[in-house]
């Protein structure tokens, strides 16, 4: 199978798992329900701009439509912990977070 007929089974396969019509996903993407279906059908391409748009709508990654891996994944937990944050508390959060991170790698090795 193409990858254009792969990933449209995925962008159904999410879009139905978050309840979504293909009316409502289409608007959140600017594109028409008809050209959605198509998409989904595996009967037309689209272009990197859509994929994007179609990612970020169903919060997933563009990886993730693309080729079914999720690497990288947040889960929407530490999501929601992360945007209680005001964007001036952010640069402090990542400053907290790398030095965590360094603490997990040395207690692996």
Do not use: W
Request: net charge positive.
């Amino acid at each position: 199978m193409d990858i254009y007929t792969e990933a449209g089974k995925r962008i159904r396969t999410t879009r139905l798992s978050h309840g979504y019509t293909r009316k409502y996903l289409a608007e959140q993407a600017s594109i028409s329900p008809k050209f959605l279906y198509e998409i989904e059908t595996g009967k037309k391409g689209f272009t990197v701009e859509i994929l994007y748009k179609l990612s970020k709508a169903l919060n997933v990654s563009s990886d993730y439509i693309l080729t079914g891996n999720e690497m990288n994944k947040i889960p929407d937990k530490m999501v929601d912990t992360l945007e209680c944050f005001s964007p001036g508390q952010m640069g402090r959060v990542q400053d907290i977070l790398k030095v965590v991170q360094k603490m997990c790698v040395e207690n692996e090795a």
